[in-house]
């Protein structure tokens, strides 16, 4: 789907201000753990079934406070998880009259609605400020489709984002055309290889990590007694925390 330039306009506008609100340069890539706890984002990262990618969660408690939660795939190849992890943000942050997302793999693009392309589009420009990919591009390769192997990786590397949004992200910005985009979307990993960069942001990660303070007030209130030792520990497994009963005692 192509987006209105008014509708692209607004949604960098979003993004360069989420940037500069934290204090993230042109050139720096995005710290997703630091957005998630700035924003009081409650997010449990573990692995997770093949297909599904992420889902975002916003709702009001009785006091009339939004709550907002994330869950994220680390079976997920970890530049996919930085992207739906950007791609939820938006959701939550942005989107008006949000409450649940779900994202999944290759879903159709016929079947998505305005919004799951907000946030894709959000999410390219959260990972890859244009002001900053132009800093990492040499004068030379400037003209259209003279942008080197060499260059993709190393904004690849320093984004830490995948090799299709990147390509997508250049593309917008008319350094390559659709031609290019297809040759340089083959032998990404191999490449990485080659030129002594690290592969680990091609693969799964299979981690567990929690953001957020679920499980500290989880905690506050067993040790308030309003709440069981076993609802504790129940409250604990939701989001993906295994711990033995005796740790509650220290």
């Not at 989420?18 to 042109?26: D, Y």
């Amino acid at each position: 789907m192509s987006l209105k330039k008014i509708d692209r306009i607004r949604l960098a506008n979003k993004a360069n201000e989420l940037r500069s609100k934290h204090g993230i340069q042109p050139t720096q890539p995005v710290s997703i753990h630091q957005l998630l706890r700035a924003n009081g984002i409650i997010a449990s990262f573990q692995p997770l079934s093949k297909g599904f990618e992420g889902m975002a969660v916003k709702i009001m408690d009785k006091a009339n406070n939004v709550k907002r939660f994330m869950l994220i795939n680390t079976n997920s190849i970890y530049c996919r998880q930085r992207f739906t992890a950007c791609h939820e943000l938006y959701h939550l942050l942005f989107q008006e009259n949000f409450t649940v997302s779900y994202d999944v793999e290759d879903a159709n693009n016929q079947d998505r609605d305005n919004e799951e392309h907000f946030a894709d589009y959000f999410a390219r420009c959260l990972l890859l400020p244009i002001d900053g990919i132009w800093q990492l591009i040499p004068e030379t390769e400037y003209r259209q489709d003279t942008i080197s192997l060499a260059t993709i990786l190393k904004i690849e590397q320093n984004y830490r984002c995948s090799r299709l949004c990147l390509l997508l992200r250049l593309k917008e910005m008319g350094v390559i055309s659709e031609s290019v985009v297809e040759s340089f979307s083959h032998n990404v990993v191999r490449g990485a290889a080659e030129y002594g960069y690290p592969t680990d942001l091609y693969f799964p990660n299979g981690s567990k990590e929690l953001i957020g303070d679920y499980n500290v007030k989880a905690r506050q209130l067993y040790d308030r007694g309003l709440i069981s030792q076993a609802k504790y520990f129940s409250l604990l497994k939701d989001m993906g925390i295994e711990l033995r009963k005796e740790s509650c005692d220290g």
